[in-house]
């Protein structure tokens, strides 16, 4: 029997609230990071491809966006984009932050994931921080409303719980050759992969500081002669007060994130990198098409 024959390959939807630890879970399963994350609610914005390998078995995890109630544009393209990657998936996972629980964002979650055929697994994440008897109480509350095939308990971030539901989303694949070639851990673009890095940092080291709206564009990516990678990327922020806030004082704050940005995208791609950030006001970017694009959101109405 030929190893194309022995394959298997399918696709895992992972789902959850904003701020489950999605992206954490899809980078431990991986194996490395594939997903940014940070401390802000609704982090990821476009549906991403992770590509984990387990033997044989090849599984497509689809980070989305967190579910919520969508009022802008964007929020409406975010949810569309999330419950899209659910579509023709071999399996759900349902991430849930088992210590904030969030209860008035899982209702409508699993009133959509009743009645859907795909199986679906319960994961709830952040174990290491709650305590037993009132994550036993949670499984059960949230088993009672759908049918999940099976409940994880694990800690996405130091990685407990996650190698055995690797073993078990192994278990569930199809028979199939792989979609994608054993090296390759993601379906991003190294342009995008690359705005995403500098969209993490400019979350990271401006917290609450600066409001959700914001964006990185890519603008420039080319190799130079001695194998170095040059990128151009612009900042986009909605109002000019913001300008200051990115910036920083005699544009310290920029040059922080660029250079934690630089070291990081210089690791992944394993070659020296050249990062060059500048700022833009846009005050309706969030309504541009163009811009949707290239973050990678279909356009919604």
């Not at 979650?109 to 952040?126: A, F, M, S, T, Y």
């Not at 990198?273 to 833009?280: N, P, R, S």
Request: with cysteine; proline share 4%; aromatic share 4%.
């Amino acid at each position: 029997m030929s190893e194309v024959e022995n394959q298997r390959c399918g696709v895992v939807a992972v789902i959850g609230a904003p701020n489950a630890g999605k992206s954490t879970l899809v980078n431990q399963l991986v194996g490395q990071k594939v997903a940014i994350t940070s401390a802000k609610a609704q982090t990821t914005r476009a549906r991403l491809l992770g590509i984990a390998l387990e033997g044989p078995v090849q599984i497509i995890l689809a980070d989305t966006p967190g579910i919520f109630a969508p009022k802008r544009r964007l929020d409406r393209a975010m949810v569309s984009a999330a419950w899209e990657g659910a579509v023709a998936a071999d399996a759900v996972l349902l991430v849930v932050d088992s210590v904030k629980k969030r209860r008035h964002e899982l209702e409508p979650l699993l009133e959509n994931l009743k009645d859907r055929p795909e199986r679906k697994i319960l994961v709830l994440n952040k174990v290491d921080t709650g305590k037993k008897g009132d994550l036993l109480t949670l499984a059960q509350d949230l088993t009672a409303k759908v049918d999940f095939t099976e409940v994880f308990f694990v800690s996405a971030l130091d990685g407990d719980g996650v190698p055995e539901l690797k073993t078990f989303l192994a278990g569930l694949m199809p028979e199939s050759p792989w979609h994608y070639p054993e090296d390759q851990v993601s379906d991003a673009s190294e342009r995008l992969l690359a705005t995403e890095v500098t969209r993490e940092q400019l979350y990271r080291q401006l917290h609450d500081e600066l409001p959700y709206d914001s964006a990185v564009r890519p603008e420039a990516y080319t190799t130079r002669k001695d194998g170095s990678v040059e990128i151009h990327q612009q900042i986009v922020i909605a109002r000019e007060s913001q300008k200051s806030i990115v910036l920083g004082k005699r544009g310290a704050k920029i040059k922080a994130i660029g250079e934690a940005a630089r070291a990081e995208l210089s690791e992944i791609l394993g070659v020296p990198v050249h990062l060059f950030l500048h700022v833009k006001v846009e005050e309706n970017w969030a309504e541009s098409r163009e811009i949707f694009e290239e973050i990678g959101l279909d356009w919604v109405r």
